[in-house]
């Protein structure tokens, strides 16, 4: 299965996503500077993390306005897997791909350091390899990481089922309403989160938690056929 | 706006920081009084920081080659082979003055600064640490630079994309007027695509990169260079402003444009920014260099010559570029959104000419700008050394009382409140994170080669003794790089001294500079890079001496590291490289400041032979797989080191009863040592190792169960411990807000 990365002056996590995408994948992703106007096929499309155009304007609003983003838009409407993480994250929500915003974590300190996030459905194409309920470790490193959205949107995607991941056992670092650290949208294609599974996939980075994201990213048809 | 043909008056010759014996020598060397951009140039040259004229005489005493140095001091930043084509490119810099003035920029320009250093050569940047040193904690000052310099650290290095992965942080009111912050950054470049300043070929282009000139910081360097008083606040403006977002973008410029093929010579502008910068790559490559100033990039209007030469704006580069390769690196800076714009070209008739609407501005002889610089040997005195502490001054405090306010203290408790700002895994190469003795990066994903990083000095022994302290800081950063299984490599020294005109103060810096010098060369560890700041004094005071050490090591395979924390229950536990009583130098440690107010006796004495072979014996250990936990023993001795290995764990331990006074043996800080676990299975073969080669190692107690004892004072919990431990930092800076 292939890949994309979205590149953006300012990101800094695309050589770790490549790295997880390409371990998961067996395959290089392909990365997809922000000026073009279409992404080349892939499965699955991942926008990283770091600090596009400084997030010196609201972090991701920039990014979300680039050229390449019409077409991201236009894939993520036809169902294709969009992952964002960290900026990322801020940047789909900035273009609408999902509900909510990120704001100034409430200690107003960037914040490095590992979480926990509980899994809340394993029947996604982002958690198969998980188990509902199951606890895991990640790290986080953002300063913007506060998620937020009006009562009315967060009952819609609480009982719609799209808080995917939650900072678990005490460990929401940036006071996110309800303790969401990742969200899909309605359609279930497009997740957004703040920690770095990324960072995760390897004994010596401290555990292999976060690869089985990008297992699941790539279960491909014969375990869904299955 | 100053008018280039204004009189040269004494005043401002004295406002630009120079003597009138060094203006007298501007005039014999031209000829005629200079013009205003010709002095600004010359002050940025020759002021302290750009110069090194107290500094260099005692510098030149230093090793600084080894089998596997390929560059050392004088380039951007120092340049080491780490087999494999690869070499490891690193330096430490100090941006004092300026986080003083405005922490959050200072800092975050300091960072920014030496990134630019490493990537001027063409690294990679991999890994980042800083040294910090502010005042007493009760001083009103202190939690506002402590919150700025931290938060201007991660801003720029997080945002950047650099794991900041080590360093340290102390206080002492002697940093109350004049705190230190010392970056360093390392990264990687193939062996045989190293980029140097050195300008080769005549008429070739010199062309401007990055972001554009503005009036920021302009006579920074030579504000670096002098003594703070009360209208420090007045220089707030000579302090630059970080933009690590194009610092991002200019390093992959710069990466990109280095593999295209199109540079023969690149020089980042860091202090006195184009000036530093055009003199050097001229100088250095016996050629001149014309600059027309009116084709600049500038972001505010109507900058003079003088002003545009003298600005520190930050992320800017110069380079001599291979003219039939133009548009393809124009190509490469428009993609990344950064100036490009041919700035000037190389001459052969070694002047610096300077155009700006057309006239000329300054013409100087280019070599002499740099060469003829003046160099000093500053009269020095030998500093005055406190008595050792008399045989039965054995100040006396409950031994578990005593660890519970050492490891709980500003010092010596946990700085997770500081590495928790700065994203320490980005990267995904962050094998031992913050927190330990050295951190270790892996150098390529999925490759097994790894580097280890480690800074240290320890200014009260400084103080106390400069040569011991200068041995001291050499020694700690090897002890700490071995601890991990790697071989030490080399080191970048940032050395960090009061006002050398005073002689005591050059007394300090001389026996410091001995000291390293003797130790690097004891250890074959020599110094390929390094930045020398003096004048940090305030109202006459100057802080302690401080020269920081920064250390990097190989290690071949990562995953046959050693970490500090005890790894399971039932372990025994030895101490290597100690004497038979343990040890027992308790003059000038943190138990007699912290425990009990006082800051004196001598400095601990290191053994440099004796350091090297038990160093070397620890580290085959290591590598042999044999250690389950290595940790040495420096501030707050043998209790903590021990602490500090349970609170890593969760695991207790059982320390015997030692032969000597408690006191002595668990709080002194005598070098060399170090505290390792192994399976009580093994110990008698390590044990049989030691004594063939000759090295200390004694039994000292076992791991197990959830306290720490030792000897006869009350069980601590490791928990209780470890709360007392992360305590301080936060609840210190929440007072703040």
């Known amino acids: 299965m292939k890949s994309a990365i979205i590149l953006f002056p300012g990101l800094n996590r695309e050589r770790d996503m490549a790295t997880a995408l390409r371990r998961a994948s067996g395959h290089e992703p392909a990365m997809v500077w922000h000026t ?71 200690g107003l300190k960037f914040v490095c350091r590992e979480v926990r996030l509980q899994v809340e459905r394993a029947d996604t194409r982002f958690t198969s390899r998980y188990a509902k309920g199951e606890v895991f470790r990640t790290p986080v490193a953002h300063g913007d990481g506060n998620y937020f959205a009006d009562p009315e949107t967060l009952a819609r995607i609480e009982g719609e089922g799209q808080v995917l991941l939650r900072y678990a056992d005490g460990t929401n670092c940036n006071g996110s309403v309800n303790d969401i650290a990742g969200v899909l949208n309605p359609a279930g294609n497009v997740l957004g989160m703040m920690p770095h599974p990324e960072n995760m996939i390897d004994p010596l980075q401290g555990g292999t938690d976060g690869f089985r994201l990008f297992q699941s990213l790539f279960a491909g048809d014969a375990e869904k056929a299955a | 706006m100053i008018p280039n043909e204004i009189a040269i008056t004494p005043e401002l010759v004295a406002d630009h920081g120079l003597k009138p014996e060094e203006y007298q020598k501007i005039l014999d060397l031209i000829g005629r009084e200079p013009s205003i951009t010709e002095l600004g140039i010359f002050s940025a040259m020759w002021n302290e920081h750009c110069s090194y004229k107290s500094s260099k005489k005692w510098l030149k005493t230093l090793p600084i080659s080894g089998p596997r140095v390929i560059q050392g001091p004088g380039e951007n930043a120092g340049v080491v082979d780490i087999g494999d084509g690869q070499a490891v490119v690193f330096k430490m810099e100090s941006h004092n003055h300026p986080s003083y003035i405005e922490p959050y920029q200072g800092a975050a320009t300091g960072v920014g600064g030496i990134l630019r250093d490493v990537f001027t050569m063409g690294a990679r940047p991999i890994a980042a640490m800083n040294a910090l040193r502010f005042g007493d904690p009760e001083h009103p000052k202190t939690r506002h630079l402590v919150s700025g310099v931290v938060a201007g650290i991660g801003g720029y290095g997080n945002s950047f994309g650099v794991p900041t992965v080590g360093g340290e942080v102390n206080f002492h009111r002697r940093y109350n007027g004049n705190i230190l912050v010392n970056a360093f950054a390392a990264g990687i470049a193939e062996t045989d695509k190293i980029f140097y300043s050195k300008a080769e ?5 010199v062309v401007y990169l990055g972001a554009k000139t503005g009036r920021d910081g302009v006579g920074g360097a030579t504000m670096a260079s002098a003594e703070f008083d009360e209208k420090i606040e007045e220089k707030r403006p000579t302090v630059q402003v970080g933009d690590p977002f194009t610092e991002k973008c200019l390093l992959e410029a710069c990466l990109e444009l280095m593999a295209s093929g199109a540079v023969i010579a690149i020089q980042d502008m860091g202090a ?62 428009d993609k990344w959104g950064l100036d490009f714009a041919v700035v000037g070209e190389t001459t052969d008739d070694l002047r610096f000419l300077i155009l700006r609407h057309g006239e000329t501005v300054a013409d100087l002889p280019i070599k002499e700008l740099g060469d003829e610089a003046p160099e000093y040997d500053r009269p020095w005195i030998e500093p005055a050394r406190p008595a050792p502490l008399a045989e039965n001054d054995i100040p006396q405090a409950d031994i ?20 928790e700002q700065y994203d320490h895994l980005i990267l995904g190469n962050t094998v031992q994170r913050p927190g330990g003795d050295a951190a270790v990066v892996r150098v390529d994903e999925g490759k097994p080669k790894g580097l280890a990083f480690a800074a240290d000095v320890t200014p009260r022994y400084c103080l106390a003794d400069p040569f011991e302290g200068g041995k001291q800081a050499v020694a700690e950063v090897w002890r700490n790089l071995t601890c991990t299984g790697a071989e030490p490599l080399a080191i970048t020294d940032n050395l960090n001294f009061g006002n050398p005109e005073k002689p005591e103060i050059m007394g300090q810096f001389v026996r410091a500079v001995q000291g390293i010098g003797e130790a690097c060369k004891a250890l074959d560890f020599p110094v390929v890079s390094g930045n020398v700041s003096l004048y940090n004094e305030t109202h006459g005071e100057a802080i302690m001496p401080t020269p920081a050490i920064a250390g990097v090591g190989l290690v071949p395979d990562v995953t046959k590291t050693a970490r500090a924390a005890f790894s399971g229950n039932d372990e025994a536990i030895l101490l290597a490289g100690a004497p038979a009583d343990w040890g027992g130098h308790l003059g000038q440690s943190l138990y007699l400041r912290e425990v009990h107010g006082r800051e004196d006796g001598s400095a601990p004495h290191v053994d440099l032979t004796a350091e090297r072979r038990t160093g070397d014996f620890i580290r085959a250990l290591v590598r042999d797989g044999k250690l389950t936990a290595v940790h040495d023993c420096s501030d707050g001795g043998l209790a903590v080191t021990l602490a500090e290995m349970a609170m890593a764990s969760g695991i207790g331990a059982k320390i015997e009863t030692p032969p000597v006074d408690p006191v002595c043996a668990f709080f002194g800080e005598d070098q060399g040592r170090y505290v390792v676990t192994l399976p009580e299975s093994a110990v008698a073969g390590v044990m049989a190792a030691a004594k063939d080669a000759g090295v200390a190692l004694l039994r000292i107690g076992t791991t197990g169960g959830d306290a720490l004892e030792l000897g006869a004072a009350g069980p601590l919990k490791v928990a209780s411990l470890a709360a007392r431990h992360e305590a301080w930092f936060p609840a210190y800076m929440r007072a703040v807000q």
């Open chain 1, 36 to 106: 073009e106007s279409e992404i080349p096929a892939a499965d699955v499309i991942v926008v990283p993390g770091g600090f596009s155009y400084g997030d010196y304007l609201r972090c991701g609003a920039i990014a979300a306005r680039s050229p390449i983003m019409a077409d991201l838009v236009r894939k993520a409407a036809a169902g294709v897997t969009v992952l964002g993480v960290c900026n990322g994250f801020q940047i789909l929500t900035e273009a609408g791909l999902l509900p909510g915003a990120l704001m100034r974590n409430a």
């Open chain 2, 272 to 333: 006195a920014g184009l000036t530093c910068s055009a003199v050097e790559m001229g100088a250095k490559g016996d050629l001149g260099i014309r600059l027309d100033l009116d084709r600049v990039p500038c972001r505010e209007e109507a900058m003079t010559a003088y002003e545009m030469m003298l600005s520190e704006s930050q992320e800017r580069m110069l380079m001599v570029l291979d003219p039939a390769k133009e548009d393809v690196a124009r190509a490469i800076f």
């Open chain 2, 201 to 205: 070929g005549v008429g070739l282009p």
């Open chain 2, 400 to 419: 578990a009382e005593a660890l519970m306010t050492l490891i709980g203290s500003p010092d010596l408790s946990s700085r997770r409140w500081v590495w």
